[in-house]
């Protein structure tokens, strides 16, 4: 997000320079302009009385007008970079929030798991959020349905139960924890 605003904050600069190039090219043009007017009242021709105009001064008119179009079409398309920048920025921010939000929620869901382990004993056993439920009482399963249905059916009496950590990619890492649960 911060590279898109300095690529921004250049675009920006570099569309200011393209609008003082399009006013200094008009300026040129009207100079050009007023110069070829000049010569032609001054007896050089500008071809409406059917005297050629001199061709150095239209050769300099259309100089002009060509240092114009293009200044115009470098304004055009730094205006066009601007606006595509701001609609990257736009996304990016309203992803960042988006993942902010999400951020935010996955550190509730972590407390809640936190807390659930403390109310069993499980943190002092070593049991921490991020490790995954292996089995209980010997029966591998794999759901938090699973679990709830056990406890709810145990009528208190303890359950064994064995956790793994896992790493980042899932698989499981270091020797698992066993620990009862009622």
Known sequence: LTAKQAERKTCEQGLQKAIADVAAAQTALD??????SAASSEGEGDGKDG???????SGAVSSAES???NAKTAESIARTGVEVLKTQIAELEQKKEVQAKELEKRQVDAKQVEQYLDQFGLLRAGVGAGMQLLSVDGREISTFGE???MVAESGGRPLATRWTALDE???PVGAPV???IT
């Open 51 to 57: 005297k050629k105009a001199s061709p150095k001064k």
């Open 31 to 36: 100079d050009a302009k007023a110069e070829a």
């Open 169 to 171: 990619a899932g698989a």
């Open 67 to 69: 240092a114009l179009r």
């Open 147 to 149: 679990l709830e249905k």
């Open 178 to 180: 066993d620990t009862n």
